[in-house]
């Protein structure tokens, strides 16, 4: 049974408009993270999160807010999406602690015109 | 800042064959992460490894800390091999981000 799952999977957006891509967690982890990937640069990090309530700023989140309102729920939300937006998004979680390994979703697909 | 670096960029193995890719980081490594890609674009947790080697199955993965790489063996490749093999490092205070390389392409023929 899937423990990382994202939602939608696929996502036509337009210009200017809001999304919120959705991340649940049942790994009872207390880190989750959000990712993008594009060719040539690999995934990079854009907000991530320590637990319930809190997000930090990973390595690209301008244009990005994120929110955790739950250990297992965690959302990104592009309130003014533009072009250079559509990617492929991938969410993951991770222990505090100990191990560094991280478990992904199967990822998102946005598109934005 | 960290870097991590992976080599070849592309890769095309016969079914059967092996070879290894190469993780290069530019700091002391905490710990490496490898992933596979596959044709649907999920991530599949390969290895992590903080130390040694790791083996499953037709694959190996080493973690060389005092020279701040990591290999991932493949051998008698097959076609399900086929994708994009991701490395990724801990970094941060606590290490507890990733950052990746960019991949290595592997294509398997008959």
């Known amino acids: 049974e899937a423990a990382v799952t994202q939602s939608p999977r696929n996502k036509v957006a337009v210009t200017g408009g809001k999304v919120t891509l959705s991340c649940n967690q049942t790994n009872n982890h207390n880190n989750m993270y959000w990712y993008r990937q594009d060719t040539g640069h690999g995934l990079r990090l854009i907000h991530y999160s320590y637990g319930a309530g809190s997000t930090e700023k990973g390595d690209i989140p301008d244009g990005y807010k994120a929110s955790r309102p739950s250990q297992e729920n965690f959302s990104l939300i592009l309130e003014l999406a533009t072009p250079s937006q559509t990617s492929v998004y991938f969410c993951?979680?991770?222990?505090?602690?100990?191990?560094?390994?991280?478990?992904f979703g199967p990822g998102t697909r946005l598109t934005v015109l | 800042g960290d870097q991590v670096e992976q080599s070849p960029s592309a890769l095309s193995l016969h079914e059967g064959t092996g070879s290894a890719l190469r993780c290069n980081f530019t700091?002391?490594?905490?710990?490496v992460q490898w992933f596979q890609q596959n044709s649907r674009g999920s991530l599949i947790n390969l290895f992590y490894?903080?130390?040694g080697t790791k083996e499953n199955g037709r694959l190996k993965s080493t973690f060389n800390s005092k020279e701040s790489y990591s290999t991932l063996h493949i051998r008698d490749a097959q076609l399900e091999d086929s994708g994009t093999y991701f490395c990724a490092e801990p970094y941060g205070s606590s290490g507890n981000k990733l950052i990746f390389g960019i991949g290595t392409l592997l294509s398997v023929k008959p």
């Open positions: 700091t002391t490594m905490r710990a």
């Open positions: 993951a979680s991770g222990l505090w602690g100990g191990s560094y390994e991280q478990y």
């Open positions: 490894l903080a130390s």
